[in-house]
Each structure stands twice: as C-alpha cells, then as structure tokens.
C-alpha cells in the first residue's frame, strides 16, 4: 500500500525500497506478489536499476518457494548484466542445493566461488554443516571442517552440537570437528567421550548459562534432576558452582551441587570444599559441617592434612571441641602434628586442658614428634589455665627441642607448616 503510495505521488522507489517490499512480501506468504513487485522493478531500468542484492533476494526467494527453474534463470540473467555474485548470493545457491539433497553439487559450487576470488565465509559454512548434519551426510561436512581449519572459521555451538551428534551418529571422529573449534574447549568443554552426547552437552550448556545469570533455584532444580537421572557432570563446572553459591550467599545450591558430586563420584577441588564449609562455618552450622565432612571422608575425598586442621581450629575457637574431635577421627591417614596440635587447641578453647594434654601424650606415643608450633599452643594453653608450673615444664622442653634442632639440616613439610599455623598463635 505504501509503495502503490508513493508511485502514485511521484516519488520514485530505489531498488532498496523494491527489495525491501519484495523480501516481506514472501516472508508474509504471497510470493506472487513479490514477484509482480519484481517486474515492477525491471520494468523500470530507466530510474531504478535491480543490484545484486535485489537478484540475490529475488533468487531466494523463488527458491524458498520450490520455484527453482524461476530461480536459475534469474540467476543466468543477473550474470548476463555484469554483477558479480557475492558470497551471499553463493550462499543462497548451496542452501537450495542442499535442501535438494545435492550435497556433492555444493562443493561444486563452493570451488567455483573460489575460482571467482570469493571465499566461502563463516555463515555459508555454518549454514552447510548444519544442513550436512541434519541429512548425516559426513563426508562433505569433513570437506567443509578443512576448508574452516584452514582460513581459521568457527561454527556457531548449536551448530556445533548438531555437528558433533551426527559424527557420533556415523561412529566417525570428532576430532577434526574439535580442532576447528578450539574455542570450545578453552571454554572447559573438553572432548570426552562421557560427556559427548548431545543431551549432556545441552545439560552443560544450560548450567553454564544458569550460572552467568545466577539462577540459583533453577540451578539446584537441574542438578536434583541430573542426580535422579544419575548423569555424571565436569568435576571442574561443579566446583565453580559450589565457589560462586556460596560468594552469592546461597550454600544450599552449594550444598545440593555437593551431595549430587558425590552420587555420581566425581571429586572436587579442595577449593570448592574450602568456601562451601567456611560458609556454613560462618553460618554456625556446625553440626552439617561435621556432616559434609563425614560424608567426604566415606565417600573417599581427601581434604588433606591442612584443610582438616584449619576446619578443627575454626570449629575449635567456636567452642565445638566435640565436632573438632569427631572430624580428627574421621581420617586416621591424617593424624599428623598439624591436626594434633589443631585439636589440642580446640580443647583448650573449650577449657578442657586434661583432655588437650592426653592427646599430647597420645601424640607422643605414637611416635609423632611435637613441633614449635606444638609446644607454643601448649605453653599459651597452660599459662591461660593457670597451671604455670605445667607451662613451664613444656617450655624447658620446647628449648631443648630447639636445640636439638639447630643440628638438623632440614625440617618435615608437616613441622613447618605446623610452626606457621601456630607459631604466634593464640587461640
């Protein structure tokens, strides 16, 4: 109606404007129309001349809508006035062979397009990969990922998956694929045939996306549905969950992310550990953290001499011996001269001075020797009880340890870290 408008009041429409209503038209359904908009534009040549963006959409257009005999001829005329193809009007010519199932045809054209100085960019090559998985044709999907690796393209992810999916479909390698789009794995999507499957990648790529947008509840949401259907997930996406739950102040999504990495035995890093018991630490929850630690332990993780201690000296200086004592317990392999001199500590927190010097006394019959930083929790211990002629005892001995030590040429890891935690530590 608009352009009827203007012709009628003598405003002349460019070939943009024919184009524009010509593209609509067809997208509306009335490719009839579009076509009489067409002519309306050739009929014209003396004011308003059709562009190789004009045939290119022409040309789609009659191919979109199984005219494809229009189509060519329309084409061979575009050719007969001089214009160049662009790689877009190539474009059109491979999409429309490949709906056609002219697979071998497209790289025809593809070399032809070469041949005229045009080199096929990345939305023609998305475009073919995408239609060459869908049809499982492979073989000139693998034409296409050479050409890409060579000028360096990459496909867009959905496109990606689809192509993926159709490789393991073939039993075919995707490594060809994985080169080309190394982009996805500098991204943590390494290729790993557990993780391979399209319904996996797809769960992935939901998290990571739930994640940028801290959708915490539909998180949790996902992750109760990924342990019911016991799907394993990327330890390392896990972790970076947990880290960022519990920066947001949601441990619960921490939590359910936690006991999920458990079902299905994937480990995390001890980081992820770190801030999901410090947050309920914090929180006084302390009777889940000697929970979360129990179930760790059992189900094999190994927290590590270090973060046991710092966990039995934060439950320590909040008066929990108890729980402090429990967590000390749960890992035979490490009771060391750190996590002794940790739990003493707590007892003495808690004001139970005979239980912090019976362990001493357990320490030192099994054969592990007390540190500085041992003796400095013990002396601080037993001065702030009272018992000055206990305290005193001990530091004759830290003195002669000392001593002794001078002629050592070198300390163990655990007596040196034992002296930095404790070493000036009081309480």
Request: aromatic share 8%; charged share 25%; net charge negative.
């Given at each position: 109606?608009?352009?009827?408008?203007?012709?009628?009041?003598?405003?002349?429409?460019?070939?943009?404007?024919?184009?524009?209503?010509?593209?609509?038209?067809?997208?509306?359904?009335?490719?009839?129309a579009?076509?009489?908009?067409?002519?309306?534009m050739?009929?014209?040549?003396?004011?308003?001349?059709?562009?190789?963006?004009?045939y290119?959409?022409?040309?789609?257009?009659?191919?979109?809508?199984g005219?494809?005999?229009?189509?060519?001829?329309?084409?061979?005329?575009?050719?007969?006035?001089?214009?160049?193809?662009?790689?877009?009007?190539?474009?059109?010519?491979?999409?429309?062979?490949?709906?056609?199932?002219?697979?071998?045809?497209?790289?025809q054209?593809?070399?032809?397009?070469?041949?005229?100085?045009v080199?096929?960019?990345?939305?023609?090559?998305?475009?073919?990969?995408?239609?060459?998985?869908?049809?499982?044709?492979?073989?000139?999907m693998?034409?296409?990922?050479?050409?890409?690796?060579?000028?360096?393209?990459?496909?867009?992810?959905?496109?990606?998956?689809?192509a993926?999916?159709?490789?393991?479909?073939?039993?075919?390698?995707?490594?060809?694929?994985?080169?080309?789009?190394?982009h996805?794995?500098?991204?943590?999507?390494?290729?790993?045939?557990?993780?391979?499957?399209?319904?996996?990648?797809?769960?992935?790529?939901?998290?990571?996306?739930?994640l940028?947008?801290?959708?915490?509840?539909?998180?949790?949401?996902?992750?109760?549905?990924?342990?019911?259907?016991n799907?394993?997930?990327?330890?390392?996406?896990?972790?970076?969950?947990?880290?960022?739950?519990?920066?947001?102040?949601?441990?619960?999504?921490?939590l359910?992310?936690?006991?999920?990495?458990?079902?299905v035995?994937?480990?995390?890093?001890?980081?992820?550990?770190?801030?999901?018991?410090?947050?309920?630490?914090?929180?006084?929850?302390?009777?889940?953290?000697?929970?979360?630690?129990?179930?760790?332990?059992?189900?094999?993780?190994?927290?590590?001499?270090y973060?046991?201690?710092v966990?039995?000296?934060?439950?320590?200086?909040?008066?929990?011996?108890?729980?402090?004592?429990?967590?000390?317990?749960?890992?035979?392999?490490?009771?060391?001269?750190?996590?002794?001199?940790?739990?003493?500590?707590?007892?003495?927190?808690?004001g139970?001075?005979?239980?912090?010097?019976?362990?001493?006394?357990?320490?030192?019959?099994?054969?592990?020797?007390?540190?500085?930083?041992?003796?400095?929790?013990?002396?601080?211990?037993?001065?702030?009880?009272?018992?000055?002629?206990?305290s005193?005892?001990?530091?004759?001995?830290?003195?002669?340890?000392?001593?002794h030590?001078?002629?050592?040429?070198?300390?163990?890891?655990?007596?040196?870290?034992?002296?930095?935690?404790?070493?000036?530590?009081?309480g």
């Open positions: 109606h608009l352009l009827a408008e203007m012709l009628r009041a003598g405003v002349d429409p460019d070939a943009a404007t024919f184009t524009t209503v010509m593209h609509w038209l067809a997208r509306a359904g009335d490719v009839d579009a076509m009489r908009v067409w002519e309306e050739r009929s014209r040549r003396g004011k308003c001349r059709p562009t190789l963006v004009s290119t959409a022409c040309v789609k257009i009659l191919f979109d809508a005219r494809a005999a229009e189509g060519r001829r329309v084409f061979e005329e575009m050719v007969a006035e001089g214009l160049r193809p662009s790689c877009t009007t190539y474009t059109v010519l491979i999409e429309h062979l490949a709906d056609a199932g002219k697979f071998q045809a497209t790289l054209i593809m070399s032809d397009m070469q041949d005229a100085g080199e096929p960019d990345k939305p023609l090559c998305n475009i073919l990969v995408k239609k060459c998985a869908s049809a499982g044709e492979t073989s000139v693998t034409f296409i990922l050479q050409h890409m690796k060579e000028k360096g393209i990459v496909l867009r992810r959905p496109v990606f998956l689809e993926l999916e159709a490789l393991k479909a073939s039993g075919e390698s995707p490594n060809l694929l994985w080169e080309v789009n190394p996805l794995a500098s991204e943590g999507m390494e290729y790993d045939p557990t993780f391979s499957h399209l319904s996996c990648i797809t769960d992935r790529s939901t998290i990571i996306y739930l940028a947008s801290r959708n915490w509840s539909a998180i949790e949401q996902m992750v109760n549905e990924l342990t019911t259907r799907v394993k997930f990327e330890s390392h996406i896990l972790s970076d969950i947990i880290q960022a739950s519990c920066a947001n102040c949601r441990p619960s999504c921490g359910t992310v936690l006991y999920y990495s458990l079902r035995g994937s480990e995390l890093d001890r980081s992820a550990y770190s801030c999901l018991l410090g947050q309920y630490i914090r929180n006084d929850s302390f009777d889940l953290v000697s929970k979360i630690v129990e179930r760790l332990i059992k189900h094999g993780c190994n927290l590590g001499a973060l046991l201690s966990l039995i000296l934060r439950l320590g200086s909040a008066g929990h011996s108890s729980y402090a004592a429990h967590i000390f317990g749960l890992s035979p392999a490490d009771q060391n001269v750190i996590t002794y001199t940790a739990l003493m500590n707590a007892y003495f927190q808690a139970e001075v005979d239980k912090a010097l019976e362990l001493f006394s357990q320490m030192i019959t099994n054969e592990i020797s007390a540190s500085a930083g041992t003796y400095e929790v013990l002396i601080y211990g037993l001065q702030k009880a009272g018992r000055k002629q206990d005193d005892r001990y530091r004759r001995e830290r003195m002669e340890m000392q001593w030590r001078q002629y050592r040429d070198k300390h163990s890891p655990e007596d040196s870290l034992c002296d930095h935690l404790f070493c000036g530590f009081h």
